[in-house]
């Protein structure tokens, strides 16, 4: 009796914590690459008006076909330019700055810019590793990947990669058909 109680106690303890880590569907991006899908959780506590913009963006179909431009190992992937080259956005206004002290660490999502803070718009990047520690408080971080980083490590590296892999696909978790 005491085994089977302590088995219902692990059981119902599993569920808890699976209900408790599953995405929130409005506010998931998901990015499906030649190397797999990743799944990134959408910050609108911390950048309301980026996660706003990224969210019109893929349900524009802006996003799909995008290839990751500038990937710099040990650093970050770049992407969200149609043009592949760095230098291009989307037709949206640009965005004023939205800097946090929230840490940028492996999986962080941020919003690419100019030297001028306010100038993101359709760019953005995802961090590897502790090296985008320095971008704190000076770019806006608007997402973290919960899924799939390893699919993020898999991106073909270069500036610009000899054969850029692409963002096939992106849409927001809710809005899938």
Known sequence: MIRLLLCLAVLLAGTAISQAQAPDPQNTLVIETS?????????????????????????????NG?????????FMAQTGDPTGTGTGGSKLPNLPAEFTQEEFKRGSVGAARTNDPNSANSQFFICFGATCRQLTG???????????????????????PPQPDKMLKVYVLADKK
């Not at 899908?37 to 802006?62: C, S």
């Not at 995008?66 to 040990?74: E, L, P």
């Open 138 to 160: 000076q770019y806006t971080l608007w997402g973290e990947v919960i899924e799939g980083m390893e699919n993020v490590d898999k991106i073909a590296r270069g500036e610009p």
């Open 66 to 74: 995008i290839v990751f431009h500038r990937v710099i190992a040990g």
């Open 35 to 63: 190397k797999g899908n990743i799944l990134i959780r959408l910050r609108p506590d911390l950048a309301p008006k980026h996660v706003a913009q990224v969210k019109r963006l893929a349900k524009e179909g802006f996003y």
